[in-house]
């Protein structure tokens, strides 16, 4: 079974432009969540979709948007650009999502750097 | 979310078993323990989970305290491969109505270096 892939896997944009990531999941997957990791605040979470409907968000901004394609594949998308949303981005897939003992198979992830 | 606390690194010899702590002093019943660990340039990976027995799979055990207070996952006999950031992670019932209960709040992890 191939893994989670994540496109494109290197980004540089410049301050005030939008970027948008792709992810596509293991098959048979429903649920994606993506995740944004930086040295000063480690792996945190941004959201999750399941079924093509968002149903869990983390504490960031609107900036921040996402969407899940009827096949499970999920783009996110930050608008206006800022330094600080330079970090790598993981996206990780499971058949579930949310519950207590389902696995997350993680991609390797897209380093967006903002200039 | 209830929180875990782990070494911030600690350090092994390759061949050797190693014992990675973690805390998580409120944990609730329906907690489970997740280990997840990420290897440089990676994403984490899945490594093991347990509720109240201990756990064997391939890549590790993990023995929880009867309390459920607190977790150790041992490595059996580390390779030069084992060197990563584990992380202790404790996974509730997704939330009514939504919230982020179900997903994986990750802390800083155990930085382990395993030498020649």
């Known amino acids: 079974k191939a893994g989670v892939t994540q496109t494109p896997r290197y980004l540089i944009k410049t301050r005030g432009q939008q970027v948008t990531l792709s992810c596509s999941p293991i098959?048979?997957?429903?649920?994606v969540s993506w995740y944004q990791q930086t040295p000063g605040q480690g792996l945190q979470f941004l959201f999750e979709?399941?079924?093509?409907?968002?149903?869990n968000k983390g504490n960031f901004p609107g900036r921040f948007s996402g969407r899940q394609f009827s096949n499970s594949r999920s783009e996110m998308n930050v608008s206006t650009l800022e330094l600080g949303d330079s970090a790598l981005y993981l996206c990780?897939?499971?058949?579930?999502?949310?519950?207590?003992?389902?696995?997350?198979?993680f991609g390797p992830g897209t380093r967006l750097t903002v200039l | 979310d209830a929180k875990t606390t782990q070494p911030n690194s600690m350090e092994s010899n390759e061949e050797e078993p190693v014992h990675l702590p973690c805390n998580h002093s409120?944990?609730?019943?329906?907690?489970?323990i997740h280990w997840y660990r990420q290897l440089p340039s990676q994403g984490p990976e899945y490594v093991i989970h347990?509720?109240?027995s201990n756990v064997n799979n391939r890549m590790a055990s993990l023995a929880i305290a009867e309390d459920r207070k607190s977790s150790t996952l041992i490595l059996h006999r580390a390779t030069l491969r084992d060197a990563a950031v584990y992380y202790c992670?404790?996974?509730?019932?997704?939330?009514?109505?939504?919230?982020?209960?179900?997903?994986?709040?990750f802390g800083k992890g155990t930085k382990l270096s395993v030498k020649p």
């Open positions: 990780a897939s499971s058949q579930q999502g949310a519950f207590r003992t389902d696995t997350q198979y």
């Open positions: 098959s048979g997957h429903r649920s």
């Open positions: 979709y399941f079924s093509e409907t968002q149903r």
């Open positions: 409120t944990i609730s019943g329906t907690d489970y």
């Open positions: 347990g509720l109240t």
């Open positions: 992670i404790l996974r509730a019932t997704h939330g009514v109505g939504g919230g982020s209960q179900g997903n994986l709040i």
